[in-house]
């Protein structure tokens, strides 16, 4: 059968390491055209574009960056239109790629430990950044843009990809602030009155730190803007939405600015999980009036929350239940190791647990929903912020240890059971997307949409999977293959 309980092979591996290197290859090629290599059908009523973004490229005209998050953001497009998909690849125009390119060398320093060729005394106190725009891309008031949270987005022409130029949406952002690449949709709560709402955060960091959260309205407009002072040094990737709080896991990481300024090393290798204190949760109601509540976790790293949502019992007390992939460390990333070589077993396996913050008596209670090694979460987008019955994430093929993540888990958190689809032994994905069939009513009626790498064939291909199944529906083959990406979005036509 096509969805199975998993099989543990735990001493066997689930795939070979040459494989999963490949996906890794550049693509330096862009690309338009109508995808006529198809295994099934497509669903008539899947209507809409899928967008995803991603790093396009691990070296600059050969010269190795030293991680894939300091690629340039290569965008994807799917659109599903009249029985057919056209795909069409482009990178982000940004002012790094296009003076790279043009010098045909690394011109910048990048976040992950790209350094400039030349050594420490090219990179000494050389503190730019490039805005690689390779995080996740979004479509929102009548604008798709390319984000990358330690700046601002860049507006993209959603039909032709083409680069517009930095966006500071209407004048919200101050030349240089950051805007996160994980914005939330409030599918419309009482605090938005019943409208749909884009709400999104940027950090400042420093020895402290702040977090200005943005509410957009469906035209993308500006409906509200609330700044937070937070003490110490935040490094927040993601954040969870329910109707009245937008809630933050602020990580304990250290962050060590001298090697990074002497040029020795990249920013994000000079941070430094301190196990010894506790994870914050920062809950910030999202009216600027409430105050902001903070409650101690056991120490663990977040990278991505799954949902959030309120309870409130008799007595009109509320608890904030949060699902998130936690990594019970981050491991310091080694200035010269090459992530090619990476060692999975070094690495904690990040995994799906459940947090609730009861807000009357200040504490919190941790469970792990999934032994699983796993990250991407995704959900219906009609119940964000609501309690939601099922979660689509991506998975390792093996339940033991730390593995590529090659394989989708549905999880159904009402009767605890899940199931599995594996792209095993020579697949390889990233992010799924879970589509709603248009006129649902059941929360798991849809698609999965994943981009996978397919290595016996050095292609990508889009996998559409039934969302209640998990069996394939289709499978789009593309010409080209897609490196490992990071976000993206489905607009409906
Ligand atoms: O100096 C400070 C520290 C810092 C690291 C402040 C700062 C904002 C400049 C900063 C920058 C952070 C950035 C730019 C983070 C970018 C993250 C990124 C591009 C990707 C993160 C991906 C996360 C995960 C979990 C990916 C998983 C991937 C796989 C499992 C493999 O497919
Ligand atoms: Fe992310």
Same mark, same amino acid.
């Given at each position: ?62 010269? /190795? ?7 340039? #953001? *290569?965008?994807?497009? %799917? !659109?599903?239109? +009249? ?113 749909? /709402? ?7 960091? #420093? *020895?402290?730190?702040? %977090? !200005?959260?943005? +509410? ?123 992530? *090619? ?153």
């Amino acid at each position: 059968p096509a969805s199975h309980q998993s099989s543990n092979l735990s001493s066997n591996l689930s795939y070979s390491r040459e494989d999963w290197r490949r996906g890794y290859q550049s693509q330096p090629q862009e690309s338009s055209y109508w995808i006529t290599e198809m295994e099934g059908t497509l669903p008539p009523d899947l209507q809409g574009t899928l967008f995803r973004n991603g790093p396009g490229l691990m070296d600059v005209k050969g010269q /190795r960056i030293h991680h894939p998050f300091d690629g340039d #953001g *290569l965008i994807a497009q %799917i !659109t599903f239109a +009249e029985g057919r998909a056209h795909f069409r690849s482009r990178y982000v125009r940004t002012d790094g790629y296009v003076a790279e390119q043009k010098a045909g060398r690394i011109l910048y320093r990048g976040v992950f430990g790209t350094q400039k060729p030349g050594g420490w005394l090219a990179n000494f106190l050389d503190t730019r950044f490039k805005n690689i725009a390779n995080t996740n891309v979004i479509y929102w008031g009548g604008k798709l843009l390319a984000l990358w949270e330690a700046a601002e987005p860049h507006g993209l022409d959603p039909h032709t990809l083409e680069t517009l130029g930095l966006d500071r949406l209407q004048g919200t952002l101050p030349a240089g602030a950051a805007f996160s690449a994980h914005p939330r949709v409030d599918p419309g709560s009482p605090h938005s009155g019943g409208e749909p /709402r884009l709400v999104n955060f940027g950090v400042k960091a #420093g *020895l402290s730190s702040s %977090i !200005t959260l943005y +509410e957009f309205n469906p035209q993308g407009d500006l409906v509200q803007q609330q700044t937070r002072d937070i003490p110490g040094f935040a490094f927040l990737h993601d954040f969870a939405l329910t109707p009245h709080y937008a809630v933050f896991f602020q990580n304990p990481m250290r962050l060590n600015p001298l090697p990074f300024a002497l040029g020795l090393k990249g920013a994000g290798q000079c941070l430094e999980f301190q196990g010894d204190r506790p994870t914050q949760a920062l809950i910030i109601p999202r009216d600027p009036q409430m105050p902001m509540q903070t409650i101690d976790l056991p120490a663990c790293f977040v990278f991505h929350h799954a949902n959030a949502y309120e309870e409130t019992d008799e007595s009109g007390n509320r608890t904030v239940v949060v699902d998130s992939i936690c990594y019970d460390f981050f491991p310091t990333v080694e200035p010269d190791a090459d992530f *090619l070589e990476v060692d999975f077993d070094l690495y904690p396996p990040g995994k799906l647990w459940r947090c609730e913050l009861d807000l009357a008596r200040n504490t919190a209670q941790r469970t792990c929903l999934s032994d699983r090694p796993c990250e991407f979460p995704s959900q219906n987008p009609s119940t964000v912020g609501q309690k939601t019955r099922y979660y689509y994430i991506a998975t390792a093929h093996n339940v033991e240890g730390n593995s590529p993540l090659q394989a989708v888990i549905k999880v159904d958190l009402s009767t605890g059971t899940s199931q599995i689809h594996s792209f095993a032994p020579r697949g390889f994905m990233g992010e799924p997307l879970f589509v709603p069939r248009p006129g649902a009513t059941a929360e798991d009626d849809g698609w999965v949409l994943v981009l996978t790498y397919r290595a016996d064939r050095h292609q990508s291909a889009l996998a559409i999977l039934q969302g209640q199944t998990l069996e394939p529906v289709a499978t789009l083959y593309l010409q080209e293959h897609i490196p490992y990406g990071l976000h993206g979005t489905f607009t409906p036509a």
